[in-house]
């Protein structure tokens, strides 16, 4: 059974899955061009979501390479024609992949939600060929930096308090889901001790600006009745939140995303 803190039946679910992409892909991208990702690589993009990176991937890998998007619910992804991409129904938790198979695997957002995730890890690595490269992108909004998060709000004074509080239902949401909120925070070792090499991380932080498609907006909508049961926001702080996300002057720092990569020794 999947614990994933976000009802993925909620109509609005692909405007949430948009607006990650609009802030995080373009990071995401230089970081798999960095990696080298090109002609005829085999790749495996895990919970795709969207299917933005998916496709990206495709379309760099050429017609002699191949990429598999997984996800536990496929509504979303569409190769838009791609033979190139294939589209699977997958728990990365449960379900089977095919060993030392993959040039790249990349996971973002995803390991973050998973209870399991110190074993998910490891298979990711077992699903790499010698000297293929992972890719592990997530997030930290967790512990300390949820009120660092704050400073950067452009707001009146109310705002920031709000957000703050709403920040800290958000997370309490998701730690009693079994995720990690700070899981960004020490991916970098986790793929040392999960055996890479060549491991490096970077941080990234896109201000993100409001308006009606904006990604507070997404999981404050989806989680809203969760956030005020579990935590210290209140319905009003709920309601203030979502103005503050419609109006295009608002900007406030979205989840810290930290890309952190490494090799499969061996090749
Ligand atoms: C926050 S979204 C991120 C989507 C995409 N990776 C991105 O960054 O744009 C998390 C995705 O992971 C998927 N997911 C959650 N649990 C999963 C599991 N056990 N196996 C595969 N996918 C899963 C969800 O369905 C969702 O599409």
Not at 20 to 40: I, K, N, P, T
Not at 46 to 51: H, M, P
Not at 217 to 244: C, K, S
Request: proline share 6%; charged share 20%; with cysteine.
């Amino acid at each position: 059974m999947s614990t994933y803190v976000f009802d993925q039946a909620w109509q609005k679910e692909l405007d949430r899955l948009g607006a990650l992409e609009s802030l995080y892909d373009r990071a995401s991208r230089q970081h798999l061009a960095s990696l080298g990702v090109g002609d005829g690589w085999r790749c495996l993009e895990v919970g795709a979501g969207a299917g933005g990176i998916a496709r990206w991937l495709a379309d760099r890998v050429g017609e002699t390479g191949q990429v598999l998007a997984t996800d536990l619910d496929t509504r979303f992804l569409d190769a838009h024609g791609r033979t190139n991409l294939d589209v699977l129904t997958h728990n990365i938790v449960a379900d089977p992949l095919e060993e030392a198979s993959f040039d790249l695997v990349h996971a973002r957002a995803v390991l973050v939600h998973l209870p399991e995730r110190d074993k998910v890890l490891p298979k990711l690595v077992t699903v790499l060929r010698p000297g293929g490269w992972l890719l592990v992108e997530d997030i930290d909004f967790g512990g300390a930096t949820g009120p660092m998060m704050t400073k950067y709000l452009d707001g009146p004074p109310a705002a920031a308090q709000a957000f703050a509080r709403v920040g800290r239902a958000i997370e309490a949401v998701h730690r009693a889901a079994g995720a990690d909120p700070s899981l960004g925070s020490h991916l970098a070792a986790d793929l040392r001790t999960a055996g890479l090499s060549n491991v490096d991380a970077e941080v990234h932080a896109p201000l993100a600006r409001g308006g009606p498609q904006t990604f507070l907006r997404g999981t404050v909508e989806a989680l809203a009745q969760r956030l005020v049961a579990t935590g210290p926001a209140t319905t009003e702080d709920i309601e203030y939140i979502l103005r503050f996300c419609d109006a295009p002057e608002s900007a406030y720092l979205p989840p810290l995303m930290v890309s952190a990569w490494g090799q499969r020794p061996g090749a």
